[in-house]
């Protein structure tokens, strides 16, 4: 049995599902920066001290994302975490993972030789998580319309792997989805799942839809378009500040909607780099 201590360093309530899993599957699993968190398994151990809980971890799992407003993404500490702090104790012989991590933190771990591995990296994690996101977007829509999905209209912009997954969801509760996409054969797919298509160059005024979905980066939709939708719209990859009880900003849907489904899927993709690493 692998008897490696993991200790997680702050995060939110994924972390604690993935923590408890790890401990299942034979690991010494410990924690810093959840004081705030009731509900902690009496079998993981609670650190205090920042510096000794690194020391005498062999892998440690950063949080996703990694950097929020400024600081280490821990929701569920007494106090801010520096992320400056918590580097400065990870050494060469420590095996690091996260997801969203800052170019300037991944310039460090490669400087210091210090093995690290991206959730967010993985194709498996991923098409994963999207599928959450996805199932957590359709209730998202049933919440602020108070309404059943059934025949009302769609619009998905972007045609990626959350895209793909929402237009399926949403399909089957024999909604009108229409996709907007850039690429002609994201076009020619969504076609062929039984969506209306039409290049994103051909939005318009983005009327006639009782749901508009947007999945992409990049700014598609004018400000002032958003500010005047009469409908919800729901923003999945931007936070744009918009003057409009209609948009609705919805990020890291995985660890708010699902988040056992998500840890567990953390804690999958843990086991399997361990097995196959060369620190057993």
């Known amino acids: 049995m692998d008897k490696r ?6 995060g939110d309530e994924r972390q604690i599902f993935c923590a408890k899993m790890l401990y299942d599957c034979g690991y010494e699993v410990s924690l810093f920066g959840f004081e ?3 509900d902690i398994p009496p079998e993981l151990i609670i650190f205090h001290n920042l510096k000794i809980a690194v020391i005498l971890a062999d892998v440690i799992i950063l949080p996703t994302p990694l950097i929020y407003e400024g600081a280490l993404f821990a929701p569920y500490s007494q106090e801010t975490l520096k992320k400056e702090d918590v580097l400065q104790y990870i050494t060469q012989e420590k095996i690091v993972f996260g997801g969203k991590y800052d170019y300037a933190s991944q310039q460090e771990f490669s400087a210091k030789k210090i093995e690290y591995h991206d959730f967010l990296g993985n194709e498996e994690v991923t098409l994963q998580n999207a599928y959450l996101t996805a199932e957590g977007t359709v209730e998202k829509m049933m919440a602020v319309s108070k309404e059943a999905l059934f025949q009302k209209s769609v619009l998905i912009i972007g045609f990626g792997r959350i895209a793909k997954c929402l237009l399926r969801l949403l399909s089957a509760f024999k909604m009108n989805v229409s996709v907007a996409a850039r690429k002609k054969s994201d076009l020619t797919i969504a076609k062929l799942l039984g969506a209306k298509s039409k290049h994103i160059s051909q939005l318009g ?8 979905i947007n999945t992409v980066p990049a700014k598609i939709i004018e400000k002032q378009t958003c500010e005047a939708l009469k409908v919800p719209f729901i923003d ?3 936070k744009d ?17 699902a988040p056992q489904s998500a840890g567990e899927i953390c804690a999958d993709f843990v086991c399997e780099q361990l097995r196959e690493g060369k620190h057993e």
């Open 236 to 238: 999945l990859a931007r």
């Open 205 to 212: 005024n983005l009327s006639g839809y009782d749901y508009i």
């Open 241 to 257: 500040k918009i003057k409009n009880e209609n948009y609705i900003i919805f990020s890291s849907v995985p660890g708010k909607y």
């Open 5 to 10: 201590n993991i200790l997680f360093i702050g």
């Open 36 to 38: 705030k968190y009731n």
